[in-house]
């Protein structure tokens, strides 16, 4: 599931549950797109081929 996912040791996730629909493991341009949606700005972070954020945002 780690390889179907890109899901690595140490990686932070968000999970979106519904009873009904199931569970959603959301990709990072996902995430940075539903934050820019909801508050109207880009994602001031920087993040490398990891994931990881940098800490400038």
């Given at each position: 599931?780690?390889?179907?996912?890109?899901?690595?040791?140490?990686?932070?996730?968000?999970?979106?549950?519904?009873?009904?629909?199931?569970?959603?493991?959301?990709?990072?341009?996902?995430?940075?797109?539903?934050?820019?949606?909801?508050?109207?700005?880009?994602?001031a972070?920087?993040?490398d081929?990891?994931?990881?954020?940098d800490?400038?945002?």
């Amino acid at each position: 599931m780690r390889d179907m996912f890109e899901i690595s040791p140490g990686d932070t996730l968000l999970l979106r549950a519904d009873i009904g629909k199931g569970i959603a493991v959301p990709s990072q341009e996902m995430v940075v797109g539903l934050v820019e949606t909801i508050f109207g700005e880009p994602s001031a972070a920087k993040f490398d081929d990891k994931g990881e954020t940098d800490g400038s945002g």
